[in-house]
């Protein structure tokens, strides 16, 4: 009797993506905060801040990628909410009345 063998070999490819988000302490904050580019932030950046968090929370589009969304979230609640906002008018009213004279980045660290 004789007794054949077979044997088939299958080759299997994965593929993954990974989506890697950037640490928090290397995005520039200052750059992100302000929103319309004037090279200030002040109450303007906060509106235009108020109105992206209103589209976020009504499910609409946002212009934002994933790093200027983590880079908005100032107070680390896990999204850009009315207190990120708070932080925004209350460093630009602190820099207009001579409270504090750093960046902004800056005043949100001496808040920690």
């Given at each position: 009797?004789?007794?054949?063998?077979?044997?088939?070999?299958?080759?299997?490819?994965?593929?993954?993506?990974?989506?890697?988000?950037?640490?928090?302490?290397?995005?520039?904050?200052?750059?992100?905060?302000?929103?319309?580019?004037?090279?200030?932030?002040?109450?303007?950046?906060?509106?235009?801040?108020?109105?992206?968090?209103?589209?976020?929370?009504t499910n609409?589009?946002?212009?934002?990628?994933?790093?200027?969304?983590?880079a908005l979230?100032?107070?680390?609640?896990?999204?850009?909410?009315?207190?990120?906002?708070?932080?925004?008018?209350?460093?630009?009213?602190?820099?207009?009345?001579?409270?504090?004279?750093?960046?902004?980045?800056?005043?949100?660290?001496?808040?920690?």
């Amino acid at each position: 009797m004789e007794t054949t063998s077979t044997s088939t070999s299958m080759e299997t490819t994965s593929t993954s993506t990974s989506t890697e988000t950037t640490p928090i302490e290397s995005i520039n904050i200052d750059v992100f905060a302000d929103l319309n580019n004037d090279e200030k932030i002040n109450a303007v950046d906060a509106g235009m801040l108020l109105s992206i968090i209103t589209k976020i929370n009504t499910n609409q589009q946002t212009s934002l990628s994933d790093e200027q969304f983590q880079a908005l979230d100032f107070n680390h609640s896990g999204r850009p909410d009315s207190a990120d906002a708070a932080f925004m008018l209350i460093y630009s009213t602190k820099i207009n009345t001579d409270q504090f004279s750093g960046s902004f980045s800056e005043y949100l660290k001496s808040r920690s």
